[in-house]
């Protein structure tokens, strides 16, 4: 790969080796200060341990919180959030420390508490963010799942914790109880909330999130551990107590440096969690303690908590169905890849943000990915799907609430902004270009792609969704062509014939209409003067622009994906037209020319075979024509798809030979029955000694490698007796017929009397016209 999709270019790290260097680090730091802890061998407070140990152990996942804000250029808010508490998590920590230090007993509660309550609350903003960002339409289960989860592990924390939370309200420690009590119930919730996004959504909660979930539980098991203590002032600093908090911060950092590497949107799907595992765990838990409370004496707090997490699991099955029908609307307008809406979705969706508009002024934004084809292609499908994972995540970071982010399909984005003006939807596309600049780590392959971005403005460009979609996509391949990253449309963009004007739904009518043509090009023996087989060349009868060239709509083909049916149609037709001419007793080959995906196509051969069975034709009515460059771009993978061919019986050319820079070994190597020679070098013979040469030079070497040569471009007499004194053994060009319908085709044959063209007339000039003319009719 090479310019936007290097890949681990030289002299950049690899930021997949940084993330194991960053996370070892958070968890050696964690360790060293347990081992300390652990080492020392009395409670009382230590400088070494309590703070050159200590210290770092707790602020280093705060620093590497904010470090991963910077890499990200804080347009990941759950990131931000979480930065910011591991800062008010260390913090707390340093106030507890400092104060310890000076002899000092600190009170419960005190400054440290702000700290670590804080702590909670943004850690529960962060996830609030993560379902925001990732799974907008699922944002209610999810809190009902976490509250749910939470009020289950409350109450079954007001068993375990009933001493605590009897003196909460008794003596003069009730204060230092509740907030006691209130830690490790504020964990169990932060718990209950990331099972509960990762299970709701029915997807792998992932080694990230394995990261988060360890890291809370630790945090809640030390909270535990803490309340008992507190309760009789047995807590000091510097136990194995503190180190758990510390490595359970380090994982919780770990959380974020794993996001910040993967930023997909979409979790994997291997060891999926069930959907009701949040709201299953707590129903137990919930009914656990109300059958303990008919045996022995349970504090009111825990029944009432356990009735509250059966009301609250029951409450989904009273709208069981009506829960079913919008789960499954939901799937049907989601892209399984991204998880943002797909194209039902935004064809469901938009026309009523239009008309809600009243007028107002909006933007719809066309993005496209620029080279995704050679990275898909290259790298595989597997890379391909986690690239398109990451640039939904990074759009997604880019746009507010209100902007709707749909995937069309592809490499192909969506976005619509409402009341924006042109100034602005130009501003966002240059923001959502700068965030997708960034290299992409996709596990061990480093890649750079970026996009171009079309714009289209409600109402001036249209009033409704199709016309709008096509200005932009119209929008978006002048800003490929002129690489400026992006463009609004307008009224000069992609005039009539381009293949920019071709919007993909245009592409898949011409395929489903019958809008494809072929026009028929015969292929003269110079030897005999027979016509033994023609060229298939397709046209496109658009319904508005007429009669298109394939210089007009081959590339977009290409681009949108589409040239396997494209290449199904045309072998399809040129078959069914040499079926017509084999059933009346006039045999002629057919040869189509073939693009480089559809020689990479391994199912090609049977393709083939089913195609000509059908019609009773034999394989060898069929010439496929290739071109240099497929063999140049996997020439192993050519060889299998040809040689399957050739052994059917299906006759393979090599098309425009010598206009390409490859090396001549692949004609030793793969099994060609013809060469092509290329039109620029015929054109240019009569007048050009060199070019002479070379065409003669080129029609020796074929035949020693036992390969017929056909000359392309012939379009005067002169050229047509050189090449047959020179041995040629096929010429097409203009001189003969140019392309034509097989109606005319038909005509053109039953007009004409076959007649060999005798060689040794180059250079006389007595009477050749006639005879020329009769050769080739």
Same mark, same amino acid.
């Given at each position: 790969?090479?310019?936007?999709?290097?890949?681990?270019?030289?002299?950049?790290?690899?930021?997949?080796?940084?993330?194991?260097?960053?996370?070892?680090?958070?968890?050696?730091?964690?360790?060293?200060?347990?081992?300390?802890?652990?080492?020392?061998?009395?409670?009382?407070?230590?400088?070494?341990?309590?703070?050159?140990?200590?210290?770092?152990?707790?602020?280093?996942?705060?620093?590497?919180?904010?470090?991963?804000?910077?890499?990200?250029?804080?347009?990941?808010?759950?990131?931000?959030?979480?930065?910011?508490?591991?800062?008010?998590?260390?913090?707390?920590?340093?106030?507890?420390?400092?104060?310890?230090?000076?002899?000092?007993?600190?009170?419960?509660?005190?400054?440290?508490?702000?700290?670590?309550?804080?702590?909670?609350?943004?850690?529960?903003?962060?996830?609030?963010?993560?379902?925001?960002?990732?799974?907008?339409?699922?944002?209610?289960?999810?809190?009902?799942?976490?509250?749910?989860?939470?009020?289950?592990?409350?109450?079954?924390?007001?068993?375990?914790?009933?001493?605590?939370?009897?003196?909460?309200?008794?003596?003069?420690?009730?204060?230092?109880?509740?907030?006691?009590?209130?830690?490790?119930?504020?964990?169990?919730?932060?718990?209950?909330?990331?099972?509960?996004?990762?299970?709701?959504?029915?997807?792998?909660?992932?080694?990230?999130?394995?990261?988060?979930?360890?890291?809370?539980?630790?945090?809640?098991?030390?909270?535990?551990?803490?309340?008992?203590?507190?309760?009789?002032?047995?807590?000091?600093?510097?136990?194995?107590?503190?180190?758990?908090?510390?490595?359970?911060?380090?994982?919780?950092?770990?959380?974020?440096?794993?996001?910040?590497?993967?930023?997909?949107?979409?979790?994997?799907?291997?060891?999926?969690?069930?959907?009701?595992?949040?709201?299953?765990?707590?129903?137990?838990?919930?009914?656990?303690?109300?059958?303990?409370? /008919?045996?022995?004496?349970?504090?009111?707090?825990?029944?009432?908590?356990?009735?509250?997490?059966?009301?609250?699991?029951?409450?989904?099955?009273?709208?069981?169905?009506?829960?079913?029908?919008?789960?499954?609307?939901?799937?049907?307008? /989601?892209?399984?890849?991204?998880?943002?809406?797909?194209?039902?979705?935004?064809?469901?969706?938009?026309?009523?943000?239009?008309?809600?508009?009243?007028?107002?002024?909006?933007?719809?934004?066309?993005?496209?990915?620029?080279?995704?084809?050679?990275?898909?292609?290259?790298?595989?499908?597997?890379?391909?799907?986690?690239?398109?994972?990451?640039?939904?995540?990074?759009?997604?970071?880019?746009?507010?609430?209100?902007?709707?982010?749909?995937?069309?399909?592809?490499?192909?984005?969506?976005?619509?902004?409402?009341?924006?003006?042109?100034?602005?939807?130009?501003?966002?596309?240059?923001?959502?270009?700068?965030?997708?600049?960034?290299?992409?780590?996709?596990?061990?392959?480093?890649?750079?792609?970026?996009?171009?971005?079309?714009?289209?403005?409600?109402?001036?460009?249209?009033?409704?969704?199709?016309?709008?979609?096509?200005?932009?996509?119209?929008?978006?391949?002048?800003?490929?062509?002129?690489?400026?990253?992006?463009?609004?449309?307008?009224?000069?963009?992609?005039?009539?014939?381009?293949?920019?004007?071709?919007?993909?739904?245009?592409?898949?009518?011409?395929?489903?209409?019958?809008?494809?043509?072929?026009?028929?090009?015969?292929?003269?023996?110079?030897?005999?003067?027979?016509?033994?087989?023609?060229?298939?060349?397709?046209?496109?009868?658009?319904?508005?622009?007429?009669?298109?060239?394939?210089?007009?709509?081959?590339?977009?083909?290409?681009?949108?994906?589409?040239?396997?049916?494209?290449?199904?149609?045309?072998?399809?037709?040129?078959?069914?037209?040499?079926?017509?001419?084999?059933?009346?007793?006039?045999?002629?080959?057919?040869?189509?020319?073939?693009?480089?995906?559809?020689?990479?196509?391994?199912?090609?051969?049977?393709?083939?075979?089913?195609?000509?069975?059908?019609?009773?034709?034999?394989?060898?009515?069929?010439?496929?024509?290739?071109?240099?460059?497929?063999?140049?771009?996997?020439?192993?993978?050519?060889?299998?798809?040809?040689?399957?061919?050739?052994?059917?019986?299906?006759?393979?050319?090599?098309?425009?030979?010598?206009?390409?820079?490859?090396?001549?070994?692949?004609?030793?190597?793969?099994?060609?029955?013809?060469?092509?020679?290329?039109?620029?070098?015929?054109?240019?013979?009569?007048?050009?000694?060199?070019? /002479?040469?070379?065409?003669?030079?080129?029609?020796?070497?074929?035949?020693?490698?036992?390969?017929?040569?056909?000359?392309?471009?012939?379009?005067?007499?002169?050229?047509?007796?050189?090449?047959?004194?020179?041995?040629?053994?096929?010429?097409?060009?203009?001189?003969?017929?140019?392309?034509?319908?097989?109606?005319?085709?038909?005509?053109?044959?039953?007009?004409?009397?076959?007649?060999?063209?005798?060689?040794?007339?180059?250079?006389?000039?007595?009477?050749?016209?006639?005879?020329?003319?009769?050769?080739?009719?």
């Amino acid at each position: 790969m090479h310019g936007d999709t290097a890949v681990g270019s030289r002299g950049r790290r690899s930021w997949g080796r940084d993330v194991w260097f960053i996370c070892g680090a958070l968890l050696v730091a964690a360790a060293a200060y347990a081992a300390g802890v652990i080492l020392r061998g009395t409670k009382d407070f230590s400088f070494f341990v309590d703070g050159v140990l200590g210290l770092p152990a707790v602020v280093l996942p705060a620093a590497v919180g904010w470090l991963m804000v910077h890499r990200l250029k804080g347009q990941r808010p759950e990131i931000v959030l979480a930065a910011f508490a591991l800062s008010c998590h260390a913090a707390g920590t340093i106030y507890y420390v400092v104060v310890s230090a000076a002899g000092e007993n600190v009170p419960l509660p005190s400054p440290a508490d702000i700290g670590y309550v804080g702590f909670y609350l943004l850690m529960f903003a962060a996830l609030v963010a993560t379902v925001r960002r990732q799974m907008r339409d699922m944002a209610g289960p999810v809190i009902l799942d976490s509250v749910v989860g939470g009020s289950g592990a409350a109450a079954f924390l007001a068993v375990v914790l009933d001493p605590v939370l009897s003196s909460a309200f008794e003596g003069p420690h009730s204060g230092a109880a509740v907030l006691g009590a209130a830690y490790p119930l504020m964990d169990l919730l932060l718990v209950a909330a990331t099972i509960a996004i990762a299970a709701t959504a029915g997807r792998n909660v992932g080694r990230g999130w394995g990261l988060l979930v360890l890291g809370l539980l630790i945090h809640t098991g030390a909270d535990i551990v803490h309340a008992l203590l507190e309760l009789n002032d047995l807590y000091v600093v510097g136990t194995p107590l503190d180190a758990a908090w510390a490595l359970g911060a380090a994982l919780i950092a770990c959380w974020t440096v794993v996001q910040s590497r993967s930023g997909a949107p979409a979790m994997r799907r291997s060891r999926e969690i069930p959907v009701q595992a949040v709201p299953a765990l707590a129903t137990l838990a919930g009914l656990g303690v109300l059958i303990l409370a /008919t045996q022995q004496q349970v504090t009111v707090l825990a029944v009432v908590l356990a009735s509250l997490t059966l009301a609250l699991a029951a409450l989904p099955m009273v709208f069981r169905q009506r829960i079913r029908l919008l789960d499954a609307t939901r799937q049907a307008r /989601t892209d399984e890849l991204t998880g943002l809406p797909n194209r039902r979705a935004l064809y469901g969706e938009l026309p009523g943000r239009l008309a809600t508009a009243a007028g107002r002024p909006s933007a719809v934004l066309l993005l496209d990915l620029d080279k995704f084809k050679e990275i898909n292609d290259g790298l595989g499908h597997d890379v391909g799907d986690r690239l398109l994972q990451q640039v939904a995540s990074r759009l997604s970071g880019q746009l507010a609430p209100a902007d709707l982010l749909t995937r069309m399909g592809g490499d192909e984005f969506v976005v619509h902004i409402n009341d924006c003006v042109p100034h602005e939807a130009q501003a966002v596309a240059l923001k959502l270009r700068e965030a997708l600049a960034d290299p992409y780590d996709l596990g061990g392959i480093t890649v750079q792609v970026n996009a171009s971005i079309g714009i289209s403005l409600f109402p001036g460009h249209g009033g409704d969704l199709s016309l709008l979609l096509r200005k932009a996509d119209m929008a978006m391949y002048t800003a490929k062509s002129t690489r400026s990253g992006h463009a609004v449309y307008s009224d000069g963009d992609a005039g009539p014939g381009s293949s920019q004007c071709h919007t993909v739904q245009e592409l898949n009518e011409a395929l489903r209409d019958n809008q494809l043509t072929l026009h028929f090009q015969p292929k003269i023996n110079l030897a005999t003067g027979e016509v033994r087989s023609a060229e298939a060349l397709v046209r496109w009868e658009h319904p508005v622009l007429g009669l298109l060239q394939p210089d007009a709509f081959l590339k977009r083909f290409d681009e949108a994906g589409l040239m396997p049916a494209l290449t199904g149609v045309v072998l399809a037709k040129a078959l069914d037209q040499a079926a017509v001419w084999a059933s009346r007793d006039q045999p002629l080959s057919v040869a189509v020319n073939l693009s480089a995906s559809s020689i990479m196509d391994s199912k090609l051969p049977n393709q083939v075979a089913a195609m000509t069975i059908a019609r009773g034709l034999s394989p060898s009515a069929l010439i496929v024509e290739i071109t240099e460059d497929v063999l140049v771009a996997d020439r192993d993978r050519a060889r299998t798809v040809l040689a399957a061919l050739k052994n059917m019986g299906v006759r393979i050319a090599v098309d425009d030979f010598g206009k390409g820079y490859s090396s001549l070994s692949y004609l030793r190597e793969l099994p060609i029955d013809e060469l092509k020679l290329d039109k620029s070098f015929i054109l240019t013979m009569v007048d050009d000694a060199r070019a /002479t040469a070379l065409v003669a030079s080129t029609i020796d070497m074929a035949h020693s490698l036992g390969l017929e040569m056909t000359a392309e471009g012939v379009e005067d007499k002169e050229t047509l007796r050189r090449l047959t004194d020179y041995g040629c053994d096929l010429a097409q060009g203009y001189l003969m017929s140019r392309p034509i319908p097989a109606e005319q085709m038909d005509a053109w044959l039953s007009n004409r009397t076959p007649r060999p063209l005798p060689r040794g007339h180059a250079l006389q000039d007595a009477g050749p016209a006639q005879e020329i003319s009769d050769s080739i009719g």
